[in-house]
């Protein structure tokens, strides 16, 4: 075996670019540039600096993302008032729907139906169907909030 024989068994072809330093280098010299000109941009362009944060003023636009919205919305009808000591309606409110999240995730291993279908699944398809439609209204209910609804044209809560 001759040393042609040798580089060719390890993968080397003729004309082929080594990984390193070649390659490597190339790729080092394209970061830098790219470096160089976000660093120039945002010398030119910077950010500007907007009012201080004041945490004890939230606006009233402010609503939670698309995936959080049925829930912050659920929660604007919980009554204000104490259950127990150091417990309030909003607190256990919280504590529920934390609760009932677990349980869907966990519904799959407690419904022990042997069939893998939906339709022979009740209780899976019970459940799912009910968060699948509280999740639909509350966010409906979520994304028209403060405004006047489309559909039913009352002002939503």
Known sequence: MNADDAGETRGHEEGAIPF???????????????IIVVF????????GIEEPADSFSTPEHI????????LYQ?????????????LTF???AVLLQGAAFAFLVALPFIDGYPHSMARKRPLFLAVGLAAI????????LGYFSGMKDPILGINVH
């Not at 439609?133 to 409906?140: R, S």
């Open 20 to 34: 390193y330093p070649l390659h490597m280098t190339k790729e080092i010299m394209v970061m830098i540039g790219v």
């Open 63 to 70: 609503k939670p993302e698309w995936y959080f919205l049925a």
């Open 74 to 86: 659920a929660l604007k009808y919980v009554p204000q008032g104490k259950v127990f000591d150091g």
């Open 40 to 47: 120039t941009l945002s010398t030119i362009h910077p950010a």
């Open 133 to 140: 439609l509280f999740m639909l209204v509350f966010t409906y």
């Open 90 to 92: 909003l607190n256990l």
